[in-house]
Nanobody, 126 residues
Framework: QAQLVESGGGLVQAGGSLRLTCVGS????????MGWFRQTPGKEQEFVAH????????LYADPVKGRFAISRDNAKNAVYLQMNSLKLEDTAVYYC???????????????????WGQGTQVTVSS
């Protein structure tokens, strides 16, 4: 069974950095566009970033552009989210997600990603 497991969340001061890791198991995700979403209580999941299955392109939500960077290591079946210059409003549960193989276009909606991890909490303090 295909699974995604996130790690790397935690408590960090505003202006600091964290690196989230998502590792796949039970399936090879090299042909899947991988994404990160986040969610705060009472709100819907928000798209953060994705990296195309080819590795050739990335897409970022406006609030994180210039501060976050998504990357992948297909040899490790892993995707990463480097988060710099963290702000209080970045506090959320962060989820890793995968599209179906060879997804077309630039997926950024929750429904574009049928496979999800369990999430990891990121808390930014002042």
């Amino acid at each position: 069974q295909a699974q995604l497991v996130e790690s790397g969340g935690g408590l960090v001061q505003a202006g600091g950095s964290l690196r989230l890791t998502c590792v796949g198991s039970g399936h090879t995700f090299t042909q899947h566009t991988m994404g990160w979403f986040r969610q705060t209580p009472g709100k819907e999941q928000e798209f953060v970033a994705h990296i195309h299955w080819s590795g050739d392109s990335t897409l970022y939500a406006d609030p994180v552009k210039g501060r976050f960077a998504i990357s992948r290591d297909n040899a490790k079946n892993a995707v990463y989210l480097q988060m710099n210059s963290l702000k209080l409003e970045d506090t959320a549960v962060y989820y890793c997600a995968a599209t179906n193989p060879f997804a077309r276009g630039a997926p950024s909606r929750r429904n574009d990603f049928p496979i999800w991890g369990q999430g990891t909490q990121v808390t930014v303090s002042s």
